[in-house]
């Protein structure tokens, strides 16, 4: 493993506003350019009270005008959402705003409910043309040919990188065919990462954008002092998606130390085993996970998440995690 990255959802927390969850999101992004990240990746979500980063190539552009160094990019834009020609617009000029700096990875959900997927105006079976939408994609991306009648402009020719991002064979295969990296969301759907990770692996053909497999893991990361107080912190995004499950979503909790009142027992399993793929306690416990983690899948990069209700306690937590992910870096 080279690098480490971070994915950011952007969360608001209870008794905030989106204004101030935009705003910590680009002081977190300038701590981790100084901290030694190599990317900071965004996600587009729809109609969540507790998400900021809807209108994603837009705050992707705030955070690279406000970083220095680090690559910045979607993790990732939901392409059934999308006409191919419209994000490789966005990206495009995001890329010649920001020469060598946009990541554009890409996903197959909608992120979001049915009745505001039909709200984007996007067909429902969009996600059917997923492959022949990112080989639109690249194309956009690439040199222009001879004859052809629609073009990116901003994003002819600027060649901005792209992965596909999944949590279901389906992307791991699709990365393999087309030779491009992958990035698998371990971080709350780990059940087929194993299968998906030998699949990409053994299937890989190499292509112009890379000679051989370049697999990203996400992990759920908490650091603090001590054990319980990264268990105290984290149980605000456990909280978060207990009500997401239970159809309600909004702000990101405020931490509890007793949830076992708040969640009922088999959903608590269901989450316990959704976010299984973490990290989640002191320096040391958190060093010892993520080893094991990192030892047992290879991955070539790690991407960490978390979701802090504390703006504070969630910078001490990254700026640790940077600390022991260089160690865990060969």
Not at 149 to 167: H, Q, Y
Not at 239 to 261: E, T, V, W
Request: glycine share 8%; net charge negative; aromatic share 6%.
């Amino acid at each position: 493993m080279k690098n480490f990255s971070l994915l950011d959802l952007s969360p608001v927390p209870e008794g905030h506003t989106t204004a101030e969850a935009l705003s910590n999101t680009v002081e977190l992004a300038q701590l981790v350019d100084a901290s030694g990240y190599h990317r900071f990746w965004l996600a587009e979500h729809h109609n969540m009270p507790g998400i900021a980063s809807a209108a994603t190539s837009v705050v992707i552009g705030h955070v690279a005008n406000a970083t220095k160094n680090i690559r910045v990019g979607a993790g990732g834009i939901m392409l059934p959402n999308h006409a191919p020609l419209m994000v490789a617009e966005q990206f495009g000029t995001l890329a010649t705003l920001f020469p060598d700096r946009i990541d554009l990875g890409l996903g197959r959900a909608p992120g979001t409910d049915m009745t505001t997927t039909r709200a984007l105006r996007r067909n429902t079976g969009a996600n059917d043309r997923f492959p022949q939408d990112v080989q639109e994609l690249l194309q956009y991306f690439g040199d222009a040919q001879d004859g052809q009648k629609v073009r990116a402009i901003p994003g002819e020719g600027t060649k901005v990188p792209i992965w596909i991002l999944g949590s279901s064979l389906y992307g791991a295969q699709l990365a393999a065919h087309f030779g491009l990296p992958y990035a698998f969301a371990s971080h709350f759907a780990p059940a087929m990462l194993e299968q998906a990770l030998q699949i990409y692996r053994e299937t890989f053909q190499p292509s112009e954008y890379l000679d051989k497999p370049h697999f990203m893991l996400a992990a759920g990361v908490c650091v603090a002092d001590t054990d319980e107080e990264a268990d105290y912190l984290r149980s605000s995004q456990k909280l978060a998606f207990a009500r997401l499950r239970s159809g309600n979503p909004g702000k990101l909790p405020k931490p509890s130390r007793d949830i076992d009142a708040q969640i009922p027992a088999e959903m608590k399993a269901q989450i316990e085993h959704a976010m299984s793929c973490s990290a989640v306690g002191s320096p040391e416990t958190v060093e010892a996970q993520l080893r094991q983690l990192i030892d047992r899948h290879k991955p070539d990069e790690i991407i960490v998440t978390g979701m802090i209700h504390d703006h504070q306690a969630r910078l001490h937590s990254f700026k640790n995690a940077a600390t022991i992910l260089k160690g865990l870096c060969e």
